[in-house]
């Protein structure tokens, strides 16, 4: 420990801690605010991904289209103009319900886990996307999306030793910069298992910072 340095506490070892992403924690997010979204705002510098993948849906997208791990809907209802139907699919009841609520005529919802499957018909869909959502359906994906059509894949994965600033600022709180890329690499592994053509790969880097509460 270097002098003056405050180290955290590591928070996977409380007794009340959630792993990120897991079921349990999305039902508890859901129960405090009905919402996949933190309770705070941010400022950031360079690039917004999501706004270049949502050029890239605006593009793509037409027919039927599946939105993976949907959230609490909206994110998958800006896209009712683009399609004939959308689908948002979703693990977490509370999301679900926050979603059926707010929904577009030509959007519905449907509750389920993709490591059991998309309970689908096959070739149903002309584009199927997520956006840092699960990666458990790629093999399902293949089957329900339609020859010829598209699969768009959003995930955050890692920075090769950069991007992870707040491990140096909150050791402890939040793991070290670390070399390599093991998200990536477990990301292709799965798409190399599935008969997908990869039309193209981009990554992007975004810089936050100044972190507050949100007021209500």
């Given at each position: 420990m270097r002098p003056n340095e405050i180290v955290f506490p590591n928070m996977n070892e409380h007794p009340d801690y959630l792993r990120g992403q897991s079921k349990e924690w999305c039902q508890q997010l859901a129960s405090l605010t009905g919402k996949y979204e933190y309770t705070w705002n941010f400022h950031h510098?360079?690039?917004?991904?999501?706004?270049?993948?949502?050029?890239?849906?605006?593009?793509?997208?037409?027919?039927?289209?599946?939105?993976?791990?949907?959230?609490?809907?909206?994110?998958?209802?800006?896209?009712?103009?683009?399609?004939?139907?959308?689908?948002?699919?979703?693990?977490?009841?509370?999301?679900?319900?926050?979603?059926?609520?707010?929904?577009?005529?030509?959007?519905?919802?449907?509750?389920?886990?993709?490591?059991?499957?998309?309970?689908?018909?096959?070739?149903?869909?002309?584009?199927?996307?997520?956006?840092?959502?699960?990666?458990?359906?790629?093999?399902?994906?293949?089957?329900?999306?339609?020859?010829?059509?598209?699969?768009?894949?959003?995930?955050?994965?890692?920075?090769?030793?950069?991007?992870?600033?707040?491990?140096?600022?909150?050791?402890?709180?939040?793991?070290?910069?670390?070399?390599?890329?093991?998200?990536?690499?477990?990301?292709?592994?799965?798409?190399?298992?599935?008969?997908?053509?990869?039309?193209?790969?981009?990554?992007?880097?975004?810089?936050?910072?100044?972190?507050?509460?949100?007021?209500?």
């Amino acid at each position: 420990m270097r002098p003056n340095e405050i180290v955290f506490p590591n928070m996977n070892e409380h007794p009340d801690y959630l792993r990120g992403q897991s079921k349990e924690w999305c039902q508890q997010l859901a129960s405090l605010t009905g919402k996949y979204e933190y309770t705070w705002n941010f400022h950031h510098e360079g690039l917004i991904a999501e706004n270049i993948l949502a050029k890239e849906l605006e593009f793509h997208l037409h027919g039927k289209v599946l939105d993976v791990g949907c959230g609490h809907g909206e994110f998958t209802n800006k896209w009712a103009s683009f399609a004939d139907e959308v689908v948002g699919y979703d693990m977490t009841e509370g999301f679900i319900a926050t979603a059926n609520k707010h929904k577009k005529p030509n959007v519905r919802y449907v509750i389920g886990r993709t490591h059991e499957g998309l309970p689908f018909p096959n070739d149903y869909f002309d584009v199927a996307y997520t956006k840092k959502g699960p990666t458990s359906w790629y093999q399902e994906g293949n089957r329900v999306v339609r020859p010829g059509g598209s699969l768009i894949l959003f995930h955050p994965v890692d920075g090769n030793g950069k991007g992870s600033e707040l491990g140096e600022y909150f050791p402890g709180l939040f793991p070290p910069p670390s070399k390599g890329t093991p998200v990536l690499d477990v990301i292709m592994e799965d798409l190399l298992k599935v008969d997908l053509s990869i039309y193209s790969l981009d990554t992007y880097r975004k810089l936050y910072g100044f972190l507050h509460p949100k007021m209500y």
